[in-house]
C-alpha cells in the first residue's frame, strides 16, 4: 500500500524521512516550516512535494500527516493545523504521549516513532532504523504498520508509558553516551594529545558491551572499586568541577551497581 504523505517539520528527523519515504514508493505532497525557505530543504530532497509556510492542509490530497518537529511545538502545531476530513495525523516524538494530538482537527491519531538518532548530512539505513508505533484506532494503526514496514522490518507496537521508557534508556544509550564521549575529547585537547587514539577503543567497548552486555562488559578502576586511582582522577579533574563531580557520581553508580 502506498500513501500520499504531507511533512510538518523541517528539522533533522524530516530531512531524512522525506526522500527514504518517497525511495519507498510514497508520495510527498507538501512539506510545512515556518519560512518556505526552510520547507524547500527538505522539497528539494523529493520529487514533486510543494513547501508551505501555512498550516492551512484543508485542500490537501495527503491521507497520512507527520508532525516531525520539537517535542515543545506538537501541542501548539496540533491545534492550529487544518486538515482534511478522514487524515491521520502523526508524531514521531519518543516522549510525547498520543493524547497530545486529541487537541487537532484530525479524524485519527497515532505515533511514528523511529528509534534512531538523525543529523542532517550523515546517511542513514532506515531498514536498520526500529519504528515504535501507536493508535488507539485499529484500522490507523494497521496503515501506520504498512508505512513503516516499506522502511524497515523493525516496527514495533508500544504504548506511550512504554515509549517514554524507552526514550529515556536512548537518552542514557546515546546522548548521555555521546555527551561522554565529547568529555573524553575535551580532557585529550586540554592535554595536547590526539583524540583518534581513543576511538579503537571507543569502537571496541561499544562492541563488546553489544555483545556480551553492559554489565559484563564493565572495567575500569570503578568496578575494580580501586579507589586509589579513582582519587588521583579526581584531583586530576579539579579544573573543571563540573566534570570531576560527573567522574564521582558515574563512578559511585558503578561501584553501586
Do not use: C
Not at 83 to 106: C, F, K, R
Request: no cysteine.
Amino acid at each position: 500500500m502506498k500513501f500520499k504523505i504531507a511533512i510538518i517539520g523541517a528539522g533533522n528527523v524530516a530531512w531524512h524521512l522525506a526522500p527514504a519515504l518517497e525511495d519507498a514508493g510514497h508520495v510527498i505532497t507538501e512539506v510545512y516550516a515556518r519560512t518556505l525557505k526552510s520547507a524547500g530543504l527538505i522539497t528539494d530532497r523529493v520529487y514533486a512535494g510543494e513547501p508551505k509556510d501555512d498550516l492551512d492542509f484543508s485542500t490537501s490530497e495527503a491521507e497520512i500527516f507527520i508532525l516531525a518537529v520539537k517535542d515543545s511545538a506538537i501541542l501548539e502545531v496540533a491545534d492550529e493545523i487544518i486538515l482534511p476530513e478522514d487524515s491521520i495525523l502523526v508524531h514521531t516524538s519518543g516522549s510525547v504521549p498520543l493524547d497530545i494530538l486529541n487537541y487537532s482537527s484530525a479524524t485519527y491519531t497515532g505515533i511514528f516513532y523511529p528509534l534512531q538518532s538523525f543529523t542532517k548530512g550523515r546517511k542513514i539505513e532506515f531498514d536498520e532504523v526500529p519504528f515504535l508505533l501507536e493508535s488507539d484506532d485499529e484500522e490507523t494503526l494497521q496503515k501506520l504498520k504498512k508505512l513503516a514496514k516499506s522502511l524497515t522490518p523493525l516496527t514495533y507496537t508500544v504504548r506511550s508509558k512504554d515509549r517514554k521508557a524507552m526514550h529515556i534508556a536512548a537518552v542514557f544509550a546515546s546522548n548521555f553516551s555521546n555527551h561522554m564521549i565529547r568529555i573524553a575529547e575535551e580532557v585529550m585537547r586540554r592535554q595536547g594529545l590526539d583524540f583518534e587514539m581513543l576511538k579503537p577503543l571507543i569502537i571496541e567497548t561499544i562492541s563488546k558491551s553489544l555483545q556480551i552486555g553492559a554489565k559484563a562488559a564493565q572495567t575500569g578502576p570503578a568496578i575494580r572499586e580501586d579507589y586509589e586511582t579513582l582519587e588521583d582522577h579526581h584531583r586530576f579533574l579539579s579544573y573543571n568541577e563540573g566534570i570531576a563531580e560527573i567522574y564521582r557520581l558515574v563512578s559511585q553508580d558503578i561501584i553501586d551497581s
